[in-house]
């Protein structure tokens, strides 16, 4: 068992920045570019799947506390 966390390893915050860092500096056509590319592999990919439409109308259900977090916001511009 480890005593301690290898020095590579980050807390959650510290990956999500990270992975985010190269498009904090890109243009907006740049983004969109990158967009475009991926829309892009998703068709290309969607190509071999067996169920394509199955794969498109894929939803992942909410979490619970989401309908509960946009009830309070709701709440709370009505008070406004």
Do not use: I
């Amino acid at each position: 068992m480890l005593s301690e966390l290898p020095g590579w390893v980050v807390d959650n915050a510290e990956s999500v920045r990270r992975e985010v860092e190269p498009y904090r500096h890109m243009s907006m056509q740049e983004r969109w570019e990158t967009t475009r590319r991926c829309c892009e592999a998703a068709v290309k990919m969607l190509r071999f799947h067996r169920h394509p439409r199955r794969a498109l109308e894929h939803r992942d259900p909410l979490p619970e506390s989401t309908p509960r977090a946009l009830k309070r916001l709701q709440m709370h511009e009505q008070t406004r």
